[in-house]
DNA sequence: GCCGTTTTCGGCCCGACTGTTTTCAGTCG
């Protein structure tokens, strides 16, 4: 099993403790680099210590690897123990309060014992705050809002749910004549999974009339702000949207800069530094200080002799090595997809009828869909039993004569059982086009039973997918204790292709296991897991991760024709499963 | 704590805002 995450762990919470102890903040970086590095690495880190080949990683020199030699070794480390009875572990939950930063959050267990949000709280409305130096009365009142927002926690926005506002305001703002040019900044941008904020960048040199227009969209449900140039606003989902106006001379370098990410943008301005030039959201200097690109982040890029870097990919995980190299990936696109290879219908829990789901694959321009039912056991979702499996079947014939060329497959989602083996047998499972599996049961096992049981599912020559790798429910459900790279090995191993689930709340396989499995030549199914007409436009979050991991077009299965999708599911069939 | 074809020491991304100050520290994105 890859230790890579639990160590990374380990250096992010040393990096928190040693926040709270208001360290240098260079020595605090260092461990947080050194824990990305880590996660982001390919191979084993148990493999790498024993080849004594720890400070070849990025980011880790003698003293970290030192201490992660320590930690494999003995299970502990006596330094972060150490740190431990130093620093109330608890008091991290401080950093989350914006306005409180290390030395803040410090100061406050320090003088006053403050380690969670609540006391904080009871701390600001008691007047405890302001006693503490460099705290007023601004800072204590905004502290007591902040906490008391925290008590009730948003969490994070889906993807899902802020990039469609996002694109209303988009659209109604791009009407505005002052609007000279407008797009989604930050992790929405990014496409990342989940979003904090939803932050919007304007080009405009008539800033007023923007802000005017903006804070008067019929959306808006209250203005929270309305500063010359950041205006920011309540919709009435209760979601807010922060914009900005920048110089149409400066719109470039502020994209690239508001669009992130934190890592990607330090990572790059090292780079301008080491030229002995500077890149702020203003643009781009030499050592002049003469500025010479700032318009468009396309300029930017071709001064410093690089590609330009699609936002999904702007993570720090060796994309600006790449655009330097000129080997980025041509990165897969919605119109690559051919058909959707999981769709559900109203013969179990979806919505809609097989017929309506066909035409609205149609109206998307698809040449062929699989229809993947619920098997038996998932009696909550009236999974099919044979017979009604059998039914459905005559049905797709019918719809297949009357809708071609068009091609509709049957497929099915197999429940994996605890024990590994899959819930219709193996004859019917040969009957079927294409034969998805996935776990909708038992999500406690250990890792190492959960692991054995979606590999030895996989072993069945039958199957040709894996749905939903990991089973996380954003902000609902941790993904299930499981081996990855072990599962990740053996759909290799057996020509397994995996799925990137395009539900909102899913987006699994996660976007850097889309890499992962890319690399190890595993074929990437994108998605809808659709359970109505509307949700087949969940393909489009599920080619959004697949780009996030790096995906292009060839690593994906459903960018093939309809011939050689057939070709492959055939081939990948007979092909030999012995182990 | 890491890192190095001008460096093994002295750097480490950049700029703005806020509030508490009276020139700046802390925080944020």
Same mark, same amino acid.
């Given at each position: 099993m890859r230790r890579n995450e639990e160590v990374a762990a380990l250096l992010e919470q040393i990096a928190e403790l040693l926040m709270l102890k208001n360290e240098n903040p260079y020595r605090i970086r260092a461990y947080t680099i050194a824990a990305q590095n880590i996660r982001d690495l390919d191979a084993d880190i148990e493999e790498i210590a024993r080849q004594g080949k &720890?400070? #070849?990683? =990025? !980011?880790?020199g003698k003293a970290i690897a030192a201490k992660i030699e320590e930690y494999l070794r003995t299970g502990k480390l006596e330094y972060y123990e150490q740190l431990k009875r130093e620093v109330?572990?608890?008091?991290?939950? &401080?950093? #989350?309060? =914006? !306005?409180?930063?290390p030395s803040r959050a410090h100061l406050l267990y320090e003088k006053l014992g403050i380690t969670t949000i609540q006391q904080l709280l009871e701390a600001a409305q008691n007047h405890k705050?302001?006693?503490?130096?460099?705290?007023g009365e601004k800072l204590e009142q905004r502290i007591a809002r902040e906490a008391a927002r925290l008590m009730q926690r948003t969490k994070r926005l889906l993807l899902g749910v802020a990039l469609p506002v996002a694109e209303t305001v988009v659209t109604l703002l791009r009407?505005?004549?002052?609007?000279?040019a407008i797009d989604p900044a930050g992790s929405l941008r990014r496409i990342k999974?989940?979003?904090?904020d939803i932050d919007i960048l304007v080009a405009s040199d008539r800033p007023q009339e923007v802000v005017d227009a903006f804070t008067r969209l019929?959306?808006?449900?209250?203005?929270l702000a309305v500063g010359p140039t950041r205006p920011s606003i309540l919709t009435r989902e209760d979601l807010q949207v922060d914009l900005r106006v920048v110089h149409p001379d400066e719109y470039g370098s502020a994209l690239l800069y508001f669009t992130g990410s934190k890592e990607h943008n330090i990572a790059l301005r090292s780079l301008v530094q080491d030229r002995g030039w500077k890149l702020s959201e203003y643009g781009l200097f030499d050592e002049t200080g003469q500025?010479?690109?700032?318009?468009?982040e396309q300029e930017i890029c071709a001064c410093l002799g690089m590609d330009w870097i699609p936002?999904?990919?702007?993570?720090?995980?060796g994309e600006i090595q790449a655009a330097l190299e000129h080997r980025l990936p041509q990165l897969v696109e919605l119109?690559?997809?051919?058909?959707?290879l999981h769709v559900h219908t109203d013969?179990?829990?979806?919505?809609?009828t097989l017929e309506r789901m066909v035409q609205a694959a149609i109206a998307r321009g698809y040449e062929y869909i699989v229809i993947s039912d619920h098997s038996p056991s998932l009696t909550v979702a009236k999974g099919l039993a044979v017979e009604r499996l059998r039914e459905q079947r005559r049905l797709i014939d019918e719809l297949n004569e009357r809708y071609a060329p068009f091609r509709i497959l049957q497929g099915a989602e197999v429940n994996i059982h605890?024990?590994?083996?899959?819930?219709?047998?193996d004859d019917v499972l040969a009957e079927l086009d294409v034969v998805i599996v996935s776990v909708?049961?038992?999500?406690?096992?250990p890792e190492a039973r959960m692991t054995e049981r979606v590999i030895r599912a996989l072993s069945?020559?039958?199957?040709?997918l894996l749905g939903h790798p990991t089973g996380r429910l954003l902000n609902t459900r941790l993904p299930y204790e499981i081996d990855l790279d072990a599962v990740l090995d053996a759909a290799a191993e057996f020509g397994v292709a995996i799925e990137v689930n395009g539900q909102p709340d899913r987006l699994d396989l996660p976007d850097i296991w889309v890499q992962r499995a890319i690399q190890r030549g595993i074929l990437i199914a994108c998605t809808s897991?659709?359970?109505?007409?509307?949700?087949?436009?969940?393909m489009r979050w599920s080619v959004a991760t697949a780009r996030r991991g790096w995906?292009?077009?060839?690593?994906?299965?459903?960018?093939?024709?309809l011939a050689e999708l057939l070709q492959w599911l055939r081939q990948h069939r007979t092909a030999p499963h012995a182990r």
């Open positions: &720890l400070d #070849e990683i =990025p !980011g880790v109330p572990i608890q008091a991290v939950d &401080l950093l #989350e309060v =914006p !306005g409180i930063g705050l302001c006693t503490l130096p460099g705290f009407e505005v004549p002052a609007v000279r999974e989940t979003i904090g019929p959306i808006v449900k209250e203005v500025r010479v690109a700032s318009r468009t936002p999904e990919l702007r993570e720090n995980r119109s690559h997809i051919r058909g959707d013969w179990s829990d979806g919505h809609d605890p024990d590994g083996s899959l819930d219709y047998p909708h049961s038992a999500f406690d096992l069945n020559p039958h199957v040709d897991d659709a359970h109505s007409t509307r949700q087949l436009d969940n995906a292009e077009a060839r690593h994906v299965l459903n960018t093939r024709p």
